[in-house]
C-alpha cells in the first residue's frame, strides 16, 4: 500500500475490509457524486474562484481595464491648445523697434460622426475584452474540474490496485503453502507469483500517477482532497437529450465575442467614411503690437482636395463582412458543439451503467465463486487469476468511465451556461 500526501497532508488508502471490497453499489457511490458537486459541500474546490486566481484570467481582467480606459478616452472632448509668440524684429537705424506679442488659443472641433463612430468602437472592444474574458473563465473552471475528477479518479484506481496487490499477495502464499505439501505443481507457484509482480507493478504506477497529479494539483492552490464518505455521494444524474435547446441565447459570451468585433468592424468602417472633413476648430486670437492690442475670434476649417486612401474603406467593409459571417458561424458552432457534447454523454452513460450494473456484478460473483471453487480444489489458479484480472479491469473501465462522464457533464453546463459571473 502506498502512502501519498497532497499538500502536505499523508493519505494511505483503507485496506479492504473483504476479499472483493468494490462492489458494483459502491463503485457508482465512490465516483458517481462526481457528476453531482454540490453533494459534496465544502469539500469540492470552488471553481470559480480557481479560475479568477489563474495569471492568464488576471491578463484578461488586465485587458479589459485597458479597453475601459480606451473607451474613457474616446469619450473625453478634445484637449484645448494654447500657442503664445514674441517677436522683436530688427528695425532700421534710427527707427524705434516695435515687439510683437500674440497669443492664440484653438479649441478643435471633433467631426461627430468620427467621434460617435470611435465610442462605439471603444464600447465594442470593452463589451469585446469581458466577453473574452468570460470565455476564459469557462475554459479554466473546465481544465481545474477536469484535473480534479481526474484526481479522484487516480484515488480510485489506487485503491482497486493496492488491494488487488494485497489478495494476490495471499493467494501467493497459498499456492506457495499447497506446492510445499505436494497438492499442486511448482509451476503454480511460479503463476502465482508472476501475478503478484504484476499487480505490484499496477501499483506502483497508480501511486506514481497520483504523485504526478498532485504537483499539477498544487499549480491551482489546491491543499487537500474530498474525505470519500459515502452518505455525501449521489446517483448519476439522467444524460440530457441532445434536441434540447435548438438555439443558443444571443447573451452567450461567444455569441457576444462575434457580435462585438462586427460593431467594432462596422465603428472602423465609418470612422473612415467620415474622416475626410477633419480638421475643424474654434481660433482666437489675440494680438498686440505698437501698444495696440487686436483681438480676433474664427473658425479653422481644413479641407483636403482629393481623397485618395479609398482602400483603406474597402478593406474595412471586407473586415465587416468577414466578421458577420464569423458571427453565423459561431452560432453554427456552437449548436454542433453542444449536440454533440449531450451525444457523447450519453453514449458514456450508458456505457457506465453497462459496466457498473451489468458487467461488475458478474465479474464479483466470478472471481468470488472461482476463489472459492480454488479452495476446495474444484478450480484451476489459471481460472482464478483470470477472474481477479477481468473484475480489476471491470473496475478500472467504471472509474474511467464515471468521471468522463462527469468532465462531460461539466462541459456541458458550461456550455449552456447563460448567466455571466
Avoid at 458494483?24 to 465512490?30: F, G, I, M
Avoid at 465594442?124 to 477536469?146: D, V
Avoid at 462596422?266 to 467620415?274: E, M, P, T, V, W
Amino acid at each position: 500500500m502506498h502512502a501519498v500526501s497532497v499538500g502536505g497532508r499523508r493519505a494511505t488508502p483503507k485496506a479492504p475490509s473483504s476479499l472483493f471490497p468494490f462492489s458494483a453499489r459502491t463503485l457508482v457511490l465512490a465516483l458517481g457524486f462526481c457528476l453531482c458537486p454540490p453533494a459534496l459541500g465544502n469539500d469540492f474546490p470552488d471553481l470559480d474562484a480557481a479560475a479568477r486566481r489563474h495569471p492568464r484570467w488576471l491578463q484578461a481582467d488586465a485587458a479589459v481595464a485597458e479597453a475601459r480606459g480606451r473607451l474613457r478616452q474616446a469619450r473625453a472632448l478634445a484637449n484645448p491648445e494654447i500657442q503664445w509668440l514674441h517677436t522683436r524684429p530688427q528695425a532700421a537705424p534710427g527707427e524705434p523697434t516695435a515687439s510683437t506679442r500674440e497669443v492664440e488659443l484653438r479649441l478643435p472641433l471633433e467631426n461627430l460622426v468620427t467621434r460617435f463612430a470611435a465610442q462605439r468602437g471603444g464600447q465594442a472592444a470593452l463589451r469585446l475584452a469581458e466577453a473574452e474574458r468570460e470565455i476564459l473563465r469557462r475554459e479554466l473552471m473546465e481544465e481545474a474540474g477536469a484535473l480534479w475528477w481526474e484526481g479522484l479518479r487516480l484515488q480510485a484506481e489506487m485503491e482497486i490496485t493496492s488491494g488487488l496487490l494485497k489478495r494476490e499477495e495471499a493467494l501467493a502464499r497459498a499456492v506457495e503453502a499447497r506446492v510445499q505439501v505436494g497438492e499442486l505443481r511448482p509451476l503454480e507457484a511460479h503463476r502465482a507469483w508472476l501475478a503478484c509482480q504484476v499487480a505490484r507493478v499496477d501499483s506502483i504506477q497508480s501511486a506514481a500517477e497520483w504523485e504526478s497529479w498532485s504537483v499539477r494539483a498544487q499549480a491551482w492552490k489546491w491543499t487537500d482532497l474530498p474525505s470519500q464518505t459515502w452518505e455525501d455521494l449521489r446517483r448519476l444524474p439522467l444524460p440530457i437529450p441532445s434536441t434540447a435547446n435548438d438555439a443558443f441565447p444571443g447573451g452567450h459570451p461567444r455569441l457576444v465575442a462575434a457580435k462585438c468585433r462586427v460593431d467594432d468592424a462596422a465603428a472602423s468602417r465609418a470612422q473612415l467614411q467620415g474622416g475626410w472633413s477633419e480638421g475643424l476648430a474654434l481660433v482666437a486670437v489675440a494680438e498686440s503690437s505698437l501698444g495696440r492690442t487686436q483681438r480676433s475670434l474664427g473658425l479653422g476649417w481644413t479641407l483636403p482636395v482629393l481623397n485618395l486612401k479609398t482602400g483603406e474603406r474597402r478593406a474595412a467593409r471586407a473586415v465587416e463582412t468577414a466578421s458577420q459571417a464569423g458571427l453565423d458561424l459561431e452560432r453554427r458552432d456552437l449548436l454542433a458543439e453542444r449536440k454533440a457534447l449531450a451525444l457523447e454523454l450519453d453514449a458514456t452513460l450508458q456505457a457506465a451503467r453497462l459496466v457498473v450494473e451489468d458487467m461488475l456484478p458478474h465479474a464479483e460473483q466470478a472471481a468470488e465463486a472461482l476463489q472459492k471453487a480454488w479452495s476446495l480444489g474444484e478450480a484451476s489458479l489459471f481460472e482464478t487469476l483470470e477472474a481477479r484480472r477481468q473484475l480489476g479491469e471491470c473496475q478500472r473501465k467504471a472509474a474511467g468511465l464515471l468521471t468522463k462522464a462527469h468532465v462531460e457533464g461539466l462541459r456541458l453546463d458550461l456550455l449552456d451556461e447563460r448567466e455571466w459571473k
